[in-house]
């Protein structure tokens, strides 16, 4: 089990790198390819939903399961404007501010002294939610960097064709997002499967290649 998470580790190290390379994607490209930018905006937007509504709901289950009172307050509001919401373009807007300002909030209550002791009194079904959200978030991380890559092509087709600048909008908001998120990630995970592991809670080894589900069943204690 260690060597496992040991490997872990490694992997998402990788992960973290992927953040230098932000700086200048956000900056826009000089040159590029050409290929079909409007198909490959449309992907990168299809699969960042994903990232965002699965990571989005993780953050919220872990925070209000470890958080203060205040800050379970905060996340029930958020959570309950995701459930009124009808409208996707609003909902990922949530969504993705929740990955900016609240994947560091998860991460520093997982390493909180107390965090052992929070997991250990909760409920066997909310132990499992809290490790199934921690699962989720390393797959995210592990996918993350590939969304990088994917982003850089589309923005370097911009310099092959002024006229896409306005398509590949999204894609600079989506890889703003990542860059907040994802130097938190790593530290969240291993931190958060070790304490799952400890309280005798396996939520898995995170693979670049798992499914990554969304659970928006959020259980927030005494909402």
């Known amino acids: 089990m ?41 992907e990168f937007n299809r699969d960042a939903t994903v990232i965002n509504e699965a990571v989005s709901y993780s953050l919220i289950q872990i925070i209000a ?16 404007n995701l459930k009124k919401t009808t409208d996707p373009k609003e909902k990922g807007s949530i969504q993705g501010t929740v990955l900016k300002d609240k994947t560091a909030e998860a991460e520093e209550l997982l390493k909180d002294k107390e965090a052992a002791s929070k997991i250990a009194s909760m409920t066997p079904d909310l ?9 989720a978030v ?24 002024p006229m896409n600048i306005t ?17 938190k990630m790593p530290t969240l995970v291993s931190t958060g499967l070790k ?22 069943d959020v259980t927030i204690p005494g909402g």
């Open 195 to 216: 304490l799952m592991r400890d309280a005798k809670v396996d939520p898995g080894t995170p693979t670049k290649d798992a499914k990554l589900q969304s659970n928006p």
């Open 65 to 80: 399961a470890m958080g203060t009172k205040e800050q379970i307050a905060a996340v029930k509001v958020i959570n309950d």
């Open 127 to 135: 132990q499992k939610k809290v490790a199934q959200s921690i699962f």
């Open 167 to 183: 398509k590949v909008l999204p894609v600079k908001d989506g890889l703003t997002v990542f860059a907040a998120a994802l130097p």
């Open 2 to 42: 260690k060597s496992k998470l040991v490997a872990l580790l490694m992997v998402l190290g990788v992960a973290t790198s992927a953040h230098a390379q932000f700086g200048g994607l956000l900056g826009g490209a000089k040159s590029g390819g050409g290929g079909d930018v409007g198909a490959m905006v449309e």
């Open 138 to 161: 390393g797959i995210a991380a592990l996918k993350i960097p590939d969304m990088v890559a994917k982003g850089q092509q589309i923005v370097q087709g911009v310099g092959a064709n």
